[in-house]
């Protein structure tokens, strides 16, 4: 594994241990409802600090269930992380095909002269 | 950061509208720009808008022991500065209003200014200001996407606290109140963000050298020669 692969898992590994410790923790142990939104608390807060507000207008269409909500919370992270993937696969082709072509193109000569140089970044 | 439909009053939620409607019509007229002049440059704009798209759905818990998710504004604000990521974070928001009651559309206004607009400016003002002194890319990459994600959920509490200051302590008891359910929230999140952003901006070094240049990101120049091989190694 490359140094660069070794560096970009840390990095991931550091974001799931910031997301999975305060579970660990129980740092939610002293709320009567673990975890809640922080959206959801401001509203707790605004009704408190003002018990006669009304929201005044309603959502046109609210997912009629928690399991269809996170379904197109799911669909909205499925879209991005999609294209994503489309974009970094794409240029990763590119990249691939252009050094073939270059290869192709210094001819059978020198291969190992053209391949080692080449090779270095491979390990992205 | 998503404050819910109807639960700003009339007169706060068309003034946020107003604020924030020339920075998007400006954001309109910079991405049109953008893809006319650089149509190379679609695919990148579409991949900064997915960052957020994605960011914006991930709920993370935090050590308040409560929720709430990333913005991943400052990736596209960084690249395509801020009036690009005004449309982009707007797109986001009418997706989550209209299909999962999540923010609003007479909040709109609000949500589109604290996420949308004050976030991703003040990611991009601290990352000009630290690579004006020379930090290293990734540093400056970490504190502008830091920024960017907490300055969104502060600029909510105060949004909040203007709109419903404590009977007692005012304003401010008020802004404590918001900052504490926010602010705090979004510390480690922010990290997260941090930590995402420099994963993706790595990739980008590697995938996208010649993109990077043109948008200014890496100099031609020698030092940023050397930052490009020491990630590309």
Request: net charge neutral; aromatic share 8%; hydrophobic share 45%.
């Amino acid at each position: 594994m490359s140094r660069n692969t070794k560096i970009n898992l840390l990095l991931l590994l550091a974001v799931a241990a910031l997301a999975v410790l305060p579970l660990v923790l129980g740092l939610g142990d002293h709320k009567k409802e673990p975890f809640t939104g922080s959206d959801g608390e401001a509203e707790t807060a605004i009704t408190e600090i003002e018990p006669d507000y009304k929201p005044w207008f309603s959502p046109l269409y609210e997912p009629p269930s928690g399991e269809i909500e996170s379904a197109l919370f799911s669909l909205q992270a499925a879209l991005g992380s999609g294209v994503l993937a489309y974009y970094f696969g794409l240029r990763r082709g590119r990249r691939q095909g252009e050094r073939r072509a270059l290869e192709r193109d210094r001819g059978s000569g020198n291969p190992a002269g053209g391949t080692a140089g080449e090779s270095t970044g491979e390990g992205a | 950061m998503h404050i819910a439909e109807g639960f700003l009053p009339p007169a706060h939620a068309a003034a946020w509208g107003v604020a924030s409607a020339p920075f998007v019509l400006h954001g309109v007229r910079s991405l049109t720009r953008e893809v006319r002049e650089h149509p190379e440059s679609t695919l990148l704009l579409g991949a900064s808008g997915a960052f957020t798209f994605v960011l914006s759905a991930l709920k993370l818990p935090s050590v308040t022991g409560s929720c709430s998710h990333p913005t991943g504004t400052g990736l596209g604000a960084i690249l395509f500065r801020p009036p690009v990521m005004a449309v982009l974070g707007t797109i986001t928001l009418l997706f989550q209003a209209l299909l999962l009651a999540h923010g609003g559309l007479t909040t709109l206004g609000a949500n589109v200014f604290s996420m949308a607009i004050a976030g991703p400016w003040a990611g991009y003002a601290v990352y000009r200001l630290l690579r004006r002194y020379d930090v290293p890319l990734m540093v400056a990459v970490f504190s502008a996407a830091f920024v960017a994600d907490l300055s969104t959920y502060c600029v909510t509490s105060v949004q909040l606290a203007l709109a419903f200051p404590d009977p007692g302590s005012g304003f401010l008891g008020a802004l404590g109140k918001f900052g504490s359910i926010f602010a705090v929230t979004q510390i480690p999140l922010a990290v997260s963000e941090g930590l995402l952003t420099v994963l993706v901006m790595r990739l980008l070094v590697q995938s996208s050298k010649g993109e990077l240049t043109r948008l200014g990101v890496l100099l031609a120049g020698k030092q940023s020669r050397s930052e490009t091989e020491e990630v590309a190694r």
